[in-house]
């Protein structure tokens, strides 16, 4: 028995021993099995009965919709009882809790293990925060503070060319 795994939006991705129908055309048996108990049996169950993908189901369900074969959505949900039954025992895998902020003094680390030539990666691991927070801290403790400043000296306006007659001359 292989493996069954799923997509992004939870439905059975394609597997040969369950899905025996894919890439044949419909026949009108199968269309009328679709029509009469998709609502009724669910997707999942669907899917095993005419051995095709859900993909292709819910596809060829909203075809049959739009062409006014078969009732509009009822919006019920049949739960997934194949993939509940096999993924009970499965963990699942915790989320990492990042710290938010670093301390003036963490920081000022953070800025000379920079210059030592540690990473990125590598420093964030080391105070549990995310690359993005050593990052941003690093990048503000480095900023040059006199950029902020407006400068008070007035600058030259004077062209480095001017014209004269009509010719351009280097002053």
């Not at 894919?22 to 005419?50: H, N, P, V």
């Not at 938010?100 to 080391?126: H, P, W, Y």
Request: charged share 30%.
């Amino acid at each position: 028995m292989s493996v069954v795994e799923y997509d992004d939006v939870g439905r059975m991705k394609y597997n040969p021993e369950y899905h025996f129908n894919q890439g044949t055309s419909w026949s009108a048996e199968d269309k009328e099995y679709l029509i009469e108990w998709l609502d009724k049996i669910g997707l999942e169950e669907m899917s095993l009965a005419l051995g095709r993908t859900e993909a292709t189901i819910s596809e060829k369900a909203r075809v049959l919709r739009k062409q006014g074969k078969m009732k509009p959505d009822a919006k019920s949900r049949n739960p997934r009882l194949l993939r509940l039954e096999l993924n009970k025992n499965k963990q699942r895998k915790k989320r990492t809790v990042w710290n938010t902020k670093l301390s003036q003094d963490q920081v000022e680390e953070a800025v000379r293990l920079r210059k030592d030539g540690k990473t990125l990666n590598e420093i964030a691991t080391m105070y549990n925060v995310s690359i993005y927070t050593i990052f941003n801290s690093i990048k503000r403790a480095t900023k040059n503070p006199d950029q902020s400043i407006r400068s008070s000296t007035t600058k030259n306006s004077t062209s480095l060319y001017h014209m004269d007659g009509g010719m351009q001359v280097v002053s």
